[in-house]
């Protein structure tokens, strides 16, 4: 009998602690999802040469600030960034578009890169809608990292771009979260979904996924995944992992945005 009530409560103090342990992941989740970098930015122009600071408001009323690099082509490269960071981190993108004469828009979402607000799935993208009406080229290219291939999808269904960069991207927020997290019931706690694999099948503009062979992050067989439902042209970067500089302003990225800039004019 003593047996009994000894094993009986270990098992409910086993399940309590696993309770506890599921509310917090429910209600702190989205500090494991995104990881801004909430500090302040320097100027456009102290990073890249002729850029310039501007900002958007949002639906929901938050003004939030971004980059804009100039370029000499009527083709702008909207860039809607990872989970991590903020735009400073993905200055060399902006320069080597550039160089090519692209214009590119560096967005901050809400919470990062010293914007107000939290972030979230729905935030991003209505932060992702008000950066696009800064967009004055008559053609537009979304170009979406990892996360941001997701807010870049759902976009691309509210407003068509002439063309859709995915790099990295997932089949939805869960199948990434069970690489990392293989450990918790990620689908079952998930509060954003994310879901490109279902929705890049409506969008209607060309689509590039770009990979890393070695993305332990985001594996190569979701993005390829997401490629077959987009029936999208593939560029594989041998030996990439996911942060890797080659998946910033390496040639075969920088490569896959032009050779679309050029298909698209």
């Known amino acids: 009998m003593v047996v009994v009530t000894t094993l009986t ?4 103090v086993v399940v309590v602690v696993l309770l506890l342990l599921l ?28 850029a310039r600071d501007v900002s958007f408001t949002t639906r929901d009323g938050l003004r939030l600030a971004a980059w804009h690099v100039p370029g000499d082509r009527d083709v702008t490269v909207l860039v809607t960034g990872g989970n991590a960071g903020n735009r400073l981190h993905r200055a060399p ?11 590119v828009l560096l967005m901050d979402y809400r919470g990062y890169g010293g914007n ?14 008000a950066a696009r009406d800064l967009v004055r080229t008559s053609r537009v290219i979304y170009f979406g990292e990892s996360l941001g291939a997701a807010v870049a999808t759902r976009l ?25 997290y293989p450990f918790l019931p990620v689908r079952a706690l998930l509060r954003d979904h994310f879901p490109v694999a279902r ?8 689509v590039v996924v770009v990979y890393g062979t070695r993305d332990t992050i985001v594996p190569p067989r979701l993005s390829r995944a997401v490629a077959e439902a987009a029936d999208a042209t593939t560029v594989e ?18 490569n896959a945005v032009t050779d679309l800039a050029e298909r698209v004019r």
């Not at 209600?27 to 500090?39: A, E, K, S, T, W």
């Not at 993108?93 to 214009?103: F, I």
């Not at 107000?116 to 809608?129: H, I």
């Not at 691309?156 to 990392?180: I, K, M």
């Open 199 to 206: 929705d890049i099948a409506r969008v209607r503009a060309p």
């Open 23 to 50: 509310g917090l992941l429910w209600v702190f989740q989205r500090r494991l999802i995104y990881l801004p970098d909430r500090g302040p930015v320097p100027p456009a122009a102290e990073v890249i040469p002729g």
């Open 116 to 129: 107000p607000g939290s972030p979230t799935e729905e935030g991003l993208f209505l932060d992702a809608l």
């Open 156 to 180: 691309a269904l509210e407003r068509r771009p002439d063309g859709l960069v995915l790099r990295s991207p997932f089949t939805d927020l869960a199948a990434a979260g069970q690489v990392n």
């Open 9 to 12: 409560r270990t098992a409910l």
């Open 93 to 103: 993108l902006a320069r080597a578009l550039a160089a090519y004469g692209l214009p």
């Open 237 to 254: 970067v041998a030996g990439a992992g996911h942060n890797d500089l080659v998946m910033l302003n390496g040639p075969g990225l920088v």
